[in-house]
């Protein structure tokens, strides 16, 4: 009996034992911190590794964590200037900095942060609008970090950063806001529509524009060069004309025509000055009525053909005739043409009258004038004769 008791007093020692040094040694984790109190008041704090502390006196009370944490809280109905009610709902990032501030300066840090952020939201948003406070997400965050951290520092926390995950507006402003973000997005689609019609009028234009000054330079060149063509053309005929008359100028020149050549040559227009049976108007030159004079003294000074002969006058071989017209049409071209020869002779001392009277007298050789009324005198007779009928 007394060897059983003995092994019970033993094993109850052993077990003493063992939970006085699972009392004394405490295992803390990295990046946690322990507050101990002896006796209910605050002893110290244990760092991360391995902590000895007085058994059954030491108390490890807290178990701190230090590292960053995150917390998100529920969306919190807002009331925005314009008297709009918003659902916001936010995040934030915190560490303790101080673990025996963090336990006995607030109850509950992470209930304190979250009433704490709740007001200051509805005091920052209180001064803006909807449209504000959707798109001033940075400076709210921004403003609700100062405030949180200047609040919490006597925590022992610091708030690193505050993110707002969503702000909703009630369903009939979403709805206003779809219908405004369409009308806008139909407004640019007209604009832009507007811009690019207007810049592909604009740029039609220009190249109508640049189309038709191209066409008419082209137009110009081509009549420049039309018109230089032409001028060479006729530079070209006028040389080859000239050329034309100076060899046949030469050519008369050459064979010496007489007076009686040229008066003939008159006397073989006439007939085509005639031609027609619509012709009521002929020019006849003045010089004709002298080239009838000299025909008719060449054929008066011919060897052979006497000035003067008796009995009827005999007609000069000229070569053959005419083919002669029969009937009434025969006499009436006939008529027409002695009268159209009848005017020309008329015409031709018309003309002639007025150059005999300015003509000055031709003094011959011998210092004599003419005598009045004889050829080559100023008030003489008109230098015509008439031609003989044929």
């Given amino acids: 009996m007394e060897g059983a008791g003995l092994l019970i007093l033993l094993v109850l020692l052993v077990l003493f034992a063992v939970a006085t040094l699972a009392k004394t040694i405490r295992i803390v984790p990295q990046a946690r911190a322990g507050i101990v109190e002896r006796f209910g008041k ?11 502390v007085v058994p059954f006196v030491d108390k490890v009370r807290y178990m701190i964590d230090l590292r960053e944490q995150v917390v998100s809280f529920p969306p919190q109905p807002v009331i925005t200037e314009d008297n709009l009610v918003v659902s916001i709902d936010t995040v934030i990032y915190f560490q303790v900095t101080d673990p025996v501030a963090a336990t006995y300066e607030i109850a509950n840090y992470i209930q304190a ?21 959707l798109t001033s997400r940075d400076a709210i965050n921004s403003r609700l970090r100062g405030v949180l951290d200047e609040a919490t520092g006597k925590w022992g926390i610091r708030v690193n950063r505050v993110e707002l995950k969503g702000i909703d507006p009630p369903p009939s402003i979403k709805d206003s806001m779809e219908k ?56 070209l005929q006028a040389q080859g004309e000239g050329q034309a008359i100076q060899t046949v100028f030469q050519a008369i020149h050459d064979g010496r025509p007489d007076q009686s050549l040229l008066a003939y040559q008159y006397l073989q227009m006439m007939p085509k000055i005639a031609e027609g049976d619509a012709n009521k108007v002929w020019i006849v030159p003045s010089e004709i009525g002298k080239a009838l004079e000299g025909l008719g003294s060449t054929m008066n000074s011919l060897q052979g053909i006497p000035d003067e002969v008796e009995g009827p006058r005999k007609r000069v071989d000229m070569g053959p005739t005419e083919p002669a017209v029969e009937g009434a049409r025969g006499d009436r071209l006939l008529s027409q043409a002695h009268d159209a ?20 007298p031709v003094v011959p050789e011998d210092g004599v004038a003419p005598a009045a009324g004889q050829p080559g005198s100023a008030g003489g007779p008109a230098d015509t004769q008439e031609p003989p009928a044929r």
């Fill in 341 to 360: 020869v009848a005017e020309a002779i008329a015409v031709a001392e018309q003309s002639a009258e007025p150059r005999a009277a300015n003509r000055e």
């Fill in 113 to 133: 942060v979250e009433q704490l952020t709740m007001t200051t939201l509805r005091n920052i948003v209180g001064g803006m609008d909807l449209e504000e406070t």
């Fill in 42 to 52: 605050y002893k110290g704090t244990l760092p991360a590794g391995l902590n000895v």
């Fill in 180 to 235: 405004q973000m369409r009308a806008d997005r139909e407004k640019r689609a007209v604009i832009l529509t507007a811009e690019g019609s207007r810049q592909a009028a604009i740029l039609t234009a220009e190249g109508s524009k640049q189309s038709a000054i191209l066409t008419a330079e082209g137009e110009r060149e081509a009549r420049i060069l039309r018109a230089q063509a032409e001028r060479e053309s006729k530079i």
